[in-house]
């Protein structure tokens, strides 16, 4: 089969490898979309503490059941499905607290074992879904991404009624603004450098849009979702928040990277800071939610391109007037 293989120095290539061996519990998938996340940036340099070596990446994708293993009983080859990409073990102390994403033996797909930007992929039984008849294959690559939105919001207080101020207008950024509206918020503002960007964000649903600075600290936000992974954003947010405000972080920064904080902010007012890795046991109820959402795909999936076009596929994904660049099996975009 052929698979976009990095090396974790900045080189990609579409290599021959052997088919995915089949386990008794095993799904053997044939990906139809592969969405590019900002993971997979970082993976395609090494910038990635958890990837190993050459690696096939791809961790956001639908498509259709090949073959199944002996012990497989919910699906069939011809069956469309998608894939929650982590493995969790179900037994260590975090997964019995109902948080399998900080699993002490978490295995993600396309991270730590081969993903799916190939023509086949093997994963568990269990991490694999039915995709919906309503959702077309570019809606289906698009529920990882849309889980982890899904499990930062629940992870907060009630939205209804009130403001949201959302940093960055990427994929993620642009999916929290369509979930606060959904959720009932009465305001949804976005902070975004890319003129582009603003305008989806806009088409998204949000109310205002503004460049970095451009906003006035007034400190009556109640929600902020922190989606750029920018260190200055951050900062920033906890300055917009009003008494009892909450801040979201799922953007990812640097390990390095630091803030200066005020501990006397957050005693006199009462602020409460959340963070948010990955979806946790998210991915379920996102799919639910893909049918209030109708027109997601449409707006969100921007450029789409085959595995011989990973190059540009993946330079497009880096760029300012990219929303959600998706890879497709072949050039016809099925």
Not at 18 to 32: F, I, N
Not at 88 to 94: F, I
Not at 204 to 218: K, M, Q, S, T, W
């Amino acid at each position: 089969m052929r698979a976009l293989v990095f090396d974790g120095q900045g080189g990609m290539s579409l290599q021959s490898r052997a088919e995915p061996a089949l386990g008794d519990d095993s799904v053997l998938v044939a990906p139809s979309r592969v969405g590019i996340c900002g993971t997979d940036l970082h993976l395609l340099t090494g910038d990635y503490s958890l990837g190993r070596f050459p690696r096939i990446a791809g961790h956001e994708f639908a498509g259709r059941v090949v073959a199944v293993g002996s012990a497989v009983s919910r699906f069939a080859p011809g069956d469309r499905v998608c894939v929650d990409p982590n493995i969790s073990c179900g037994q260590c102390a975090m997964c019995c607290a109902g948080a399998p994403d900080l699993c002490s033996h978490l295995v993600p797909v396309g991270v730590t074992i081969d993903g799916a930007f190939a023509e086949r992929v093997a994963v568990p039984e269990k991490i694999v879904h039915r995709l919906p008849a309503h959702l077309d294959m570019a809606s289906g690559a698009l529920i990882e991404p849309l889980a982890c939105v899904v499990h930062a919001l629940e992870r907060a207080p009630d939205l209804r009624g009130g403001s949201v101020l959302i940093y960055g207008a990427g994929s993620i950024g642009l999916m929290a603004t369509a979930l606060a509206r959904h959720h009932g918020a009465a305001r949804v503002e976005v902070v975004e450098p890319s003129a582009t960007r603003r305008d989806a964000a806009l088409d998204l649903g949000a109310d205002g849009v503004f460049a970095p600075g451009a906003r006035r600290i007034a400190r009556d936000i109640g929600f902020v979702i922190e989606a750029s992974g920018h260190p200055l954003a951050v900062a920033d947010a906890l300055e917009q928040l009003a008494p009892r405000g909450v801040l979201i972080q799922m953007g990812v920064c640097s390990p390095e990277a630091t803030i200066a904080l005020h501990p006397f902010d957050l005693f006199d007012r009462e602020l409460t800071i959340i963070g948010s890795q990955s979806l946790s046991g998210a991915y379920e109820r996102a799919i639910g939610i893909t049918a209030a959402l109708p027109d997601l795909a449409k707006k969100i999936v921007s450029h789409v391109y085959n595995l011989e076009e990973a190059p540009e596929a993946f330079a497009m994904a880096r760029s300012e007037t990219a929303r959600k660049v998706q890879s497709c099996r072949d050039a016809a975009g099925i």
